[in-house]
T-cell receptor, first 109, second 113 residues
Framework: GQNIDQPTEMTATEGAIVQINCTYQTSGFNGLFWYQQHAGEAPTFLSY??LDGLEEKGRFSSFLSRSKGYSYLLLKELQMKDSASYLC??????????WGAGTKLIIKP | IAGITQAPTSQILAAGRRMTLRCTQD?????MYWYRQDLGLGLRLIHYSNTAGTTGKGEVPDGYSVSRANTDDFPLTLASAVPSQTSVYFC????????????FGPGTRLTVL
C-alpha cells in the first residue's frame, strides 16, 4: 500500500530552527509537496520537490532524497505565526496526491 | 479575486437527507478534486475530474457523487447522508500537466446527525 509518515506533533521556540521529516512509500513518484494549514483554514502550498536536493524559499527550505523516500521541511527564524500543521504529500504514478496526516507545530515564546 | 469558493461554509444535516456541496474556481484550471479531512487522518480523495466532462473515483468515493459540466464548477452530492460523513470537505483545483500544484477552497464543515 501507499504510506506517508510524519511526526504527529512538534514543539519549538520562537526564533529557533525546526526540521519536520516525512518518509514515503508510494506507487511511483511525480513530486513531493509541502503545505501549511492553520487551524480551521485550508491548506496552502509551501514547496515542491521533484529532484533530489534542497529548495530554498525565504525562511522555508525543503529537501528531497528519492532513493531514501525521504523529505524534510526546514523552518528558520521561527515566528509565532508559523504555529500550524504541515502536510507532506506525494504525487504518485497516477498523478494523485497521497497525503500524510500532518505535523502540528507548536511555537513557544 | 481569483481562487476557489465553496458553499456552504458549514451545515448541520439530518441523516438520510440529500446534500450538495458547491465548488467554483475562476483560475481556468483543468483539474478539480474533492477531499475530506478527519482528525488524525490525512486528506482523503473522494472524487476528481481531470477535465470538464470527465470524473474519476478517489480513495473514498462510496456515498458521494460528482459532476463536471463545465470548467469552473464541481459539485459534490451526498445522496443520503450518514453520520460517518461528518467531516470537513475541501475542494481543490490544479493546472494538471503544468505545475500540478493543488489550490484549496476554504472548506465546508458538515455535521450529519
Amino acid at each position: 500500500g501507499q504510506n506517508i509518515d510524519q511526526p504527529t506533533e512538534m514543539t519549538a521556540t520562537e526564533g529557533a530552527i525546526v526540521q519536520i521529516n516525512c518518509t514515503y512509500q508510494t506507487s511511483g513518484f511525480n513530486g513531493l509537496f509541502w503545505y501549511q494549514q492553520h487551524a480551521g483554514e485550508a491548506p496552502t502550498f509551501l514547496s515542491y520537490n521533484v529532484l533530489d536536493g534542497l529548495e530554498e524559499k525565504g525562511r522555508f527550505s525543503s529537501f528531497l532524497s528519492r532513493s531514501k523516500g525521504y523529505s524534510y521541511l526546514l523552518l528558520k527564524e521561527l515566528q509565532m505565526k508559523d504555529s500550524a500543521s504541515y502536510l507532506c504529500a506525494v504525487m504518485d504514478s497516477n498523478y494523485q496526491l497521497i497525503w500524510g496526516a500532518g505535523t502540528k507545530l507548536i511555537i513557544k515564546p | 479575486i481569483a481562487g476557489i469558493t465553496q458553499a456552504p461554509t458549514s451545515q448541520i444535516l439530518a441523516a438520510g437527507r440529500r446534500m450538495t456541496l458547491r465548488c467554483t474556481q475562476d483560475m481556468r484550471h483543468n483539474a478539480m478534486y474533492w477531499y475530506r479531512q478527519d482528525l488524525g487522518l490525512g486528506l482523503r480523495l473522494i472524487h476528481y475530474s481531470n477535465t470538464a466532462g470527465t470524473t474519476g473515483k478517489g480513495e473514498v468515493p462510496d456515498g458521494y457523487s460528482v459532476s463536471r459540466a463545465n470548467t469552473d464548477d464541481f459539485p459534490l452530492t451526498l445522496a443520503s447522508a450518514v453520520p460517518s460523513q461528518t467531516s470537513v470537505y475541501f475542494c481543490a483545483s490544479s493546472d494538471l500537466g503544468s505545475t500540478d500544484t493543488q489550490y484549496f477552497g476554504p472548506g465546508t464543515r458538515l455535521t450529519v446527525l
